[in-house]
């Protein structure tokens, strides 16, 4: 997986965790509108560059049969049964982007139908949105977002943290949920939405001190 580029990752990620969703492998069309890609031609490089890895089966000739992985992928999949899990991600000052760490079960109820991934918080920021130091959030893997709603957010291709989203026309803002804290103020070509925040998942083991 080193010599996949993100978006590479991401493609596969979608066809390991939601094999089930298809009835057929999917065209690249059927591809395309899954994950909000516009462009076919970009997507066939991807796929070409899945299938170069091992991932992904060669397509037959000119008949378009439709984008399936290799029967180890499949092997695999079947096997994991999990989001991808791709590390800490900051609830505070932006940390460096992420990548896939491995892959963690999680609840049907917590997830979407579209693809989705787990981030471990790290941090305080959004802590009067109930979500603390250690939780894991789920997040649905897309490009846009509702003003309200929390999102990752990449910032400058480098840094990525999860905030409440406020977009306007010459801003975006990306606000704690943490009365010490302010809100980050960018223009909005700094800023890419990674995904929205729909599920959550908390352990208690490793709170050490107990409240009496």
Same mark, same amino acid.
């Given at each position: 997986?080193?010599?996949?580029?993100?978006?590479?990752?991401e493609?596969?990620?979608?066809?390991? /965790?939601?094999?089930?969703? @298809?009835?057929?492998?999917?065209?690249?069309?059927?591809?395309?509108?899954?994950?909000?890609?516009?462009?076919?031609?970009?997507?066939?490089?991807?796929?070409?560059?899945?299938?170069?890895?091992?991932l $992904?089966?060669?397509?037959?000739?000119?008949?378009?049969? !439709?984008?399936?992985?290799?029967?180890?992928?499949?092997?695999e /999949?079947?096997?994991? *049964?999990?989001?991808?899990? $791709?590390?800490?991600?900051?609830?505070?000052?932006?940390?460096?982007?992420?990548?896939? $760490?491995?892959?963690?079960?999680?609840?049907?109820?917590l997830?979407?139908n579209?693809?989705?991934?787990?981030?471990?918080?790290?941090?305080?920021s959004?802590?009067?949105?109930?979500? @603390?130091?250690?939780?894991?959030?789920?997040?649905?893997?897309?490009?846009?977002?509702?003003?309200?709603e929390? $999102?990752?957010?990449?910032?400058?291709?480098?840094?990525?943290?999860?905030?409440?989203? *406020?977009?306007s026309?010459?801003q975006?803002?990306? %606000?704690?949920?943490n009365?010490?804290?302010? /809100? %980050?103020?960018?223009?909005?070509? *700094?800023?890419q939405?990674?995904?929205?925040?729909v !599920?959550?998942?908390?352990?208690?083991?490793?709170? /050490?001190?107990?409240?009496?």
């Amino acid at each position: 997986m080193d010599i996949l580029t993100r978006r590479q990752r991401e493609i596969f990620n979608f066809l390991r /965790a939601n094999q089930a969703r @298809f009835p057929y492998p999917p065209s690249l069309d059927e591809l395309c509108e899954a994950l909000d890609m516009a462009s076919r031609g970009s997507l066939h490089k991807h796929i070409s560059a899945l299938v170069n890895a091992g991932l $992904v089966e060669p397509f037959n000739g000119n008949k378009q049969t !439709g984008v399936r992985l290799t029967a180890q992928a499949r092997l695999e /999949a079947r096997e994991g *049964q999990g989001l991808p899990f $791709v590390g800490a991600i900051a609830a505070g000052k932006p940390i460096e982007a992420l990548e896939t $760490v491995g892959y963690m079960v999680v609840p049907e109820a917590l997830k979407t139908n579209k693809p989705c991934y787990v981030l471990q918080v790290k941090g305080e920021s959004m802590v009067e949105a109930g979500i @603390f130091d250690g939780d894991w959030v789920v997040i649905e893997q897309r490009a846009y977002a509702q003003n309200g709603e929390i $999102v990752v957010a990449l910032i400058d291709n480098a840094e990525a943290t999860l905030k409440y989203i *406020q977009q306007s026309a010459g801003q975006v803002l990306l %606000l704690p949920a943490n009365a010490a804290m302010s /809100a %980050l103020a960018y223009r909005p070509e *700094q800023v890419q939405i990674q995904g929205v925040l729909v !599920g959550q998942m908390r352990s208690y083991r490793s709170h /050490a001190n107990p409240v009496i």
